[in-house]
Structure formats: structure tokens, C-alpha cells
């Protein structure tokens, strides 16, 4: 079955970014959100997945995930209610129960709030190796090792936004045919 966490919520942005929610169905099955319901501590107003032109918020395949930005000019399907450093978003699903929430008493400036080994933990969201690991208590001790081997200045720089992973040489073209014996039957006109 489809099975909806909260992933993230990057409560207090760095300058220049934005708001945003993100679901993810860990589940094995395609998640129908139509109707299903989110908001922040004040309960009002409450963002309603798979409103009438909105209905691409209303599904996620298994193992993807929704990212979601407050509503503006170019947004409209966004959440209109705010959040703070300081607060909590609910999911709720078509009947009204609760699916998954999250509260947080502060967050820092461009942070998140991330769903890592079954907790939510504040992560930064800056976009520096060393600084991202030493941010995660789980690899506290593999950034240790790395500087004190001396490489956290070689983890120091930016990551690079444009980064899409390895690209591997697509193969040439053989530069020969197949050819058949006759008693194959390709030789044979039909």
C-alpha cells in the first residue's frame, strides 16, 4: 500500500529561497492525496491536495516525492497558511485522520527539518560537504576523520547545483551486420 511521510520541512530558508513541504511515499503503491489535507499549528487555513487545477499535487508514485511551496503569482497550487522557525505541519487524508505531523521548537536559517532513521532532525540545507556532515549526529564520526586527516578543506566548497551524477559514453555502433547462416531462413524471400 502507498505509505506518506513527511520528509522535509524547510521552515526558515536561506535568502533567496522558499517555504516548502515534502511528502514521500515510502510506500509500494501510487499515493491518491485527492482530498487529503494539510496545515500548520493554527489549523486555518488548510491546504486541500487535488483542488480543481491543481490535481498534479494529488498523486505520488512509490518511492518519489512532492514538494510543496507556499501559493504566490506563478504558484497557485501552493499552501497558503505560513511557516515559522518555530511550529508544526499536520497531514491529514480524505477521512480526516491523521497521517503524519511534525513540531519543531526552533530552526535555523537555511535548515530543514528531514525524516532520517524514523525522527526528525534539524539538517542543514547549505550546500557544503563537510558542513552537511558534520550537521547529521549519524556521520559525526566520519567527519571527525575526515578532518583530521586534513580533507575537510577539499570538502569546503560549493556543490555543484548543475550536478546530475555520472554520465556514462553512450556505446559506438558496431561497424559490422549480423549476418545469418541460409539455413536460418532469413536468406529465403517470402
Avoid: H
Avoid at 576523520?145 to 586534513?150: D, E, F, K, R, T
Amino acid at each position: 500500500p502507498a505509505n506518506v511521510i513527511i520528509e522535509k520541512v524547510v521552515a526558515y530558508p536561506d535568502t533567496g529561497e522558499e517555504d516548502m513541504v515534502v511528502l514521500r511515499n515510502i510506500g509500494g503503491q501510487v499515493a491518491d492525496l485527492t482530498g487529503w489535507t494539510m496545515t500548520d499549528s493554527k489549523a486555518d487555513p488548510v491546504y486541500t491536495f487535488g483542488t480543481s487545477g491543481c490535481e498534479g499535487n494529488a498523486t505520488i508514485l512509490p518511492m518519489e516525492s512532492l514538494a510543496i511551496t507556499p501559493e504566490n503569482d506563478f504558484n497557485p497550487c501552493g499552501f497558503t497558511f505560513g511557516i515559522s522557525f518555530r511550529d508544526t505541519v499536520v497531514l491529514y487524508d480524505a477521512n480526516n485522520a491523521l497521517v503524519a505531523n511534525v513540531t519543531w521548537e526552533s530552526s535555523e536559517k537555511g535548515s530543514a527539518i528531514r525524516f532520517v532513521d524514523g525522527e526528525y532532525i534539524q539538517v542543514s540545507e547549505v550546500q557544503i560537504v563537510a558542513q552537511v556532515l558534520k550537521s547529521v549526529p549519524e556521520f559525526s564520526t566520519f567527519a571527525a576523520v575526515i578532518s583530521g586527516l586534513g580533507l575537510d578543506s577539499v570538502l569546503g566548497g560549493d556543490i555543484n547545483p548543475n550536478y546530475n551524477g555520472v554520465t556514462l559514453p553512450s556505446p559506438p555502433s558496431p561497424d559490422y551486420a549480423i549476418e545469418f547462416p541460409w539455413w536460418f531462413g532469413f536468406a529465403q524471400d517470402r
